[in-house]
């Protein structure tokens, strides 16, 4: 997966401003950040040249995460979105994810930081496309401020992370009543990133919320504690990526956890399953562990049934089966 040509383009034109090697520096400084800082709700990237670095190397994942996550949520529930509400918005790569997916004709995103916040603004009113030209941006803290509009669509993705438990129950309250149908939010995954997912299910659920995706159930979690839920999409790397994340191969493989639920209540099949792990494919079967209505178990398809066993080699992980095909 890739940025679309017109957001890379513009992505790349920052990059004349900068010379390679202080960028890798100042990459490294914000990755540096991230890993020592994240969750104590301060702030992490604040200076131009650090927007930049950041839209190099953190755009192409989240947007990657964000149009994965929004397109399995539709292959179970085709909602009629019009407006989107994109909260933490960072440089907009969600909101170019889905605008990408559907047919979002009033835009809105929230950023707390100025230098993120100009940035994202600069893509997208230089943008060809009309609804991302019209796009609002506003300056806004999550904690210090009530969202005074709602959108068929919130997103929020890998922003609930960076605040502590309490401060985080705020935000998602603050959240659920600016959803007028679906909430999306999207976090790491990593065990960690997957334990706030999990406490953010069951609140939600405790809201009222119905579960699209990724679970195939409505019950408690299945998922064991020493265990964790996650999809990947696979993300294609520039050159100048590659050189800020110090790596040979030409792609990353995203990994991050995210629930999407709406106000209204979800028509279920029972026949659908969620792949947790990469299957594990043997000589002349295949491995799938899956999330299922029933539970968490695992499931070998041999060659004798044609048509699971070719769907099987091609899944991989947080991927939807039929398990009636």
Partial sequence: ????????????????????????????????????????????????VEAISYAVVRMPATYGAVYTALKNMLQLCDFKIESLLDVGAGTGAGTWAAYNLLDVDKIK????????????????????????????????????SDIDETADLVICSYVLNELNESDREIALKKLWEATNKVLLIIEPGTPIGFSEIKAIRKKIMDYGGSIIAPCPNIMECPMPE?????????????????????GDVPYED???????????????????????????????KITLKLCTNDGIYEKIVTKKDKEMFKIARKCGCGDLINLKT
Avoid at 111 to 119: P, S, V, Y
Wanted: contains cysteine.
């Fill in 109 to 144: 995103c929230l950023e707390r930081e100025d230098a993120m916040m100009e940035l994202g603004k600069s893509f997208t009113e230089k943008s060809s496309i009309l609804e991302l030209q019209s796009a609002e941006w506003k300056k806004f803290d999550l904690l210090n």
């Fill in 226 to 246: 020493n265990d964790w839920c996650h999809a990947t999409c696979r993300v294609a790397r520039t050159k100048v990526h590659k050189i800020l994340k110090n």
């Fill in 1 to 48: 997966m890739e940025l679309p040509i017109e957001l890379r383009n513009l992505v790349e034109g920052e990059l004349e401003k900068l010379n390679i090697i202080d960028l890798q520096k100042i990459a490294e400084g914000i990755s540096l950040k991230y890993r020592n800082e994240s969750g104590k709700g301060k702030r992490l990237v604040t200076e131009s």
């Fill in 254 to 284: 995203e990994k991050f956890s995210y629930i999407a639920v709406c106000k209204d209540d979800v028509i279920r099949n029972d026949d659908i399953a969620r792949v947790l792990r990469h299957p594990k494919i043997e000589s002349g």
